[in-house]
């Protein structure tokens, strides 16, 4: 008969959690016996479900759900609780679970939230959707406004799809393409932005980090290779820069046009780290369905009930290097002879945000949702 | 109750000659299936995509390949009646104890046996960096090496090296509930042995020695670079890694460079171990041969190969970070010699290419243009006049 374990203070600490208390490791001191044949879960898992307590209860089974998950991909885990009784000389070292960073946190927390959204499909993922939907009928303003919108999708999309569900399908005889621009800084977080939902991303200050790097921001920001792409498409005089969004309304004849989602940095960074688990757990159409569809208008509505959000901005230290970039790309599409609507100087970066994601309130975010509060 | 299944689950390290016996188990896993031992993977790295699966691992975008892999594995080891299932990949080492339960569990009632196969740190430090190297790290030896000594394992350098290389740690998270007499730990001989003694090792522990394989054509793989070759790895990743993607990386700087060009130089000098870190390592290496001793687990080889071999100090150590930019040179010149040699392999083939397509096009010219008069024989064909004319114009023909 095998030895029963001996109670320790890791495992009370364990068991008090598990009953939705809230006291941090430092100030716990009942031992218990383990309350399952799994080994301990690791202090982040531990301190994490400390911090979804804090915020609310929650059902047993899921609390058990969250314990039998790890810390995805790479990086620390497993980490054992700085006091509790560890005799092993070797192994990750123990830790006080207060002193772990937001980052860690939300990386545990990225499992559940991905295995919340799958739980969501009900049926096998079906064959891709495209984005654009086609109705079968076209309307007349289709005619009098035949149109494609390109550019940063994460300005373009959200505008794009509503004029769809008016019926406002892009192409026509003799569309116009309107390249929809603005300042480089924001297009170039919007070209992260994006990415967060549709795609698997580094976090911001590494991608910015590796654009500076490369010498170029990528294709979703590269305005005037966009317009010389659709120039040799359908001829130079039917392409056409936007650098004023307000203007787009009157170009498109529609009485206004939606701006991008409401979600913050922290909305992103939580969409970016559930990417790199759903990016193994399911196929590159199904992530986007899921965190576009599913987890976006859950962010959406906890934006407004968690205070101080961010837009992602560039960092002092390569604002200087967007700039040129962005004077580049102005005197390009100028010289080029685009028609302009807007002044061509509203390329340059506007400066407005000038940081990522704030780690603490990604972290609140990804509780929130955990705790199923939207 | 267990089975009449018997699993072999190989779960690292790397740099310890797995590849080369997964090459093995991959190229001999229809004729090993006759012989009672399974090997499961219809490509080549079935097993690392499970891994990746099992772990929620993001790889270079190829993870989008892994969906379900570890499931699909752990069901078809399940539907083995009798007989032994092989498991092999050597990122399994960094699994988490979650991870690890969840494996162990999914292959049901089998008697599983976890395989572990180690070498020295004094290998794998070098060996490592050199593996990040080859994987678009432009991480210099000093900052590696201070990676790794980060006690805290913040950074994803030393979180993944001790992941992947702290045995005691690794067989912790893989032997829950597992009797010691089924945990398997073959250690690779020192330097100077045997080149056949490590698959002997392999092929005893994993109870292969009586089994007929086939090694023709198989590659011994993963070969080791100098120190100026890495050094100029590194600088060339400095350069093309920005621009480069993943899946271009692979086939060209990986594999073209680094694999089939830099690796075949073998006059160079190797790298070693840091002298700097040597004690540090020593005493590490003793802690762990301390902590394995007396786990009574099956040690295939022997813990003491596990050690700092004795006469390392007093080896030469050539910095891969203060090279003399004369021998990156060097290299450098072989690596354009070899690129120009592909060049011109590849504008060959080009050329050939460009006459099959017109003999191809021309073929296709012609056929199209017997289409009409196919079309008009079989309209004659099917009527009497046209028979009596196809006939008279035979004969004319003739």
Redo the contacts between chains.
């Keep these: 008969m095998p030895a029963t374990p001996a109670p320790t203070r890791g495992w009370g600490w364990a068991a008090h959690l598990r009953e939705g208390g809230t006291t941090p490791w430092t100030s716990w001191s009942e031992p218990a016996a383990p309350f399952t044949?799994?080994?301990l879960?690791?202090a982040e898992m531990l301190e994490l479900l400390r911090r979804l307590n804090e915020v609310g209860p929650s059902e047993p089974d899921r609390v058990d759900a969250l314990l039998?998950?790890?810390?995805?991909?790479?990086?620390?885990?497993?980490l054992p609780l700085l006091g509790d009784t560890e005799t092993?000389?070797?192994?990750?070292?123990p830790v006080d679970p207060a002193t772990l960073s937001e980052r860690e946190l939300l990386r545990a927390a990225s499992?559940l939230l991905a295995e919340d959204l799958l739980a969501t499909v009900e049926t096998p993922p079906r064959p891709r959707r495209r984005w654009s939907r086609r109705p079968k009928k076209s309307e007349p303003d289709q005619q009098r406004f035949p149109y494609r919108l390109v550019g940063s999708p994460w300005l373009t999309l959200p505008i794009r799809e509503e004029l769809e569900r008016q019926g406002r399908l892009p192409g026509g005889d003799g569309y116009t393409v309107y390249v929809l621009g603005g300042p480089l800084d924001e297009v170039a977080a919007g070209a992260w932005r994006f990415r967060t939902f549709t795609n698997?991303v580094n976090p911001w200050h590494i991608w910015i980090r590796?654009a500076q790097?490369?010498?170029w921001l990528g294709p979703r920001a590269d305005l005037p290779r966009i317009a010389r792409w659709w120039a040799s498409r359908v001829g130079k005089d039917r392409v056409e820069i936007v650098t004023d969004p307000a203007l787009l309304p009157g170009l498109l004849g529609v009485d206004s046009v939606p701006g991008p989602w409401s979600v913050s940095a922290e909305g992103n960074e939580v969409a970016r780290v559930i990417g790199?688990?759903l990016?193994?757990?399911?196929?590159?159409e199904s992530q986007r369905k899921l965190l576009v569809d599913r987890l976006r208008p859950r962010l959406e509505k906890l934006e407004p009930l968690v205070p101080d959000a961010r837009e992602v901005g560039v960092p002092p230290e390569s604002l200087k290097w967007v700039e040129t970039q962005a004077r580049a790309q102005r005197d390009a599409l100028v010289e080029a002879g685009y028609a302009l609507h807007g002044d061509p100087d509203r390329l340059l970066p506007s400066g407005t945000a000038t940081q990522g994601p704030d780690e603490c309130r990604a972290l609140a975010l990804a509780l929130s949702l955990l705790a199923g509060r939207s | 109750m267990e089975t009449g299944r018997r699993v072999l689950l190989h779960v690292g390290t790397p740099k310890t000659g797995t590849s080369y016996l997964q090459d093995v188990l991959f190229h001999n896993r229809e004729s090993l299936a006759g012989q009672g031992v399974h090997y499961f993977a219809d490509r080549f790295d079935a097993h690392f995509l499970a891994a990746?699966?099992l772990?929620?691992?993001?790889w270079g975008?190829i993870?989008?390949e892994?969906?379900g892999t570890w499931d699909a594995l752990a069901e078809k080891v399940r539907s083995v009646e009798n007989g032994t299932v092989i498991i092999s990949h050597e990122i399994l080492a960094s699994a988490?104890?979650?991870?690890a339960?969840h494996a162990l569990d999914s292959l049901g009632d089998s008697e599983i046996h976890i395989m572990l196969s180690a070498r020295d740190l004094a290998r794998q430090i070098p060996a490592e960096w050199q593996e990040n190297v080859k994987h678009r790290s432009v991480v210099t030896y000093a900052e590696f090496l201070e990676e790794i000594r980060d006690?805290?394992?913040?950074g994803?350098i030393?979180?993944?090296f001790?992941?992947v290389q702290?045995l005691?740690?690794i067989l912790?998270?893989w032997t829950?509930?597992i009797a010691p007499e089924r945990v398997h730990l073959i250690t690779v001989p020192p330097p100077g042995s045997s080149s056949s003694l490590l698959w002997e090792r392999f092929s005893t522990a994993f109870g292969l020695d009586d089994l007929t394989i086939d090694f023709e054509g198989i590659d011994r793989g993963n070969p080791s670079l100098g120190v100026p070759e890495a050094a100029l790895l590194r600088e060339i990743n400095l350069a093309v890694v920005?621009?480069l993607e993943p899946a271009d990386y692979r086939p060209f700087v990986r594999e073209f460079l680094a694999h089939r060009t830099l690796a075949k130089r073998r006059d160079s000098a190797r790298l070693a171990l840091s002298p700097s870190i040597l004690p540090w390592v020593e005493s590490l290496s003793e802690?762990?041969v301390k902590?394995l001793s007396g786990r009574g687990y099956d040690v295939v080889g022997g813990l003491e190969e596990l050690l700092v071999p004795a006469d390392l100090a007093d080896k030469p150590f050539v910095d891969p970070d203060t090279i003399s930019p004369r021998e990156v040179l060097d290299a450098g010149v072989a690596t354009i010699d070899a690129l120009l040699q592909e060049a011109i392999r590849l504008r060959k083939s080009e050329a050939r290419l460009e006459d099959e397509v017109g003999e191809l096009r021309a073929e296709l010219e012609h056929t199209r243009s017997l289409v009409p008069k196919q079309r008009a024989r079989e309209g004659l064909e099917r009527r009497w006049w046209g028979r009596a004319v196809l006939k008279v114009y035979r004969l004319f023909r003739r």
């Design positions: 044949t799994a080994h879960p690791g039998r998950t790890s810390p995805p991909g790479r990086g620390r885990r497993d092993r000389t070797y192994g990750p070292l499992v698997r590796d790097w490369r010498g790199q688990v990016s193994v757990r399911t196929d590159l | 990746l699966d772990m929620d691992l993001p975008g993870e989008e892994a969906t988490s104890w979650q991870q339960k006690p805290a394992r913040e994803r030393g979180s993944w001790w992941g702290e005691p740690d912790d998270r829950q509930g920005p621009v802690s762990w902590a």
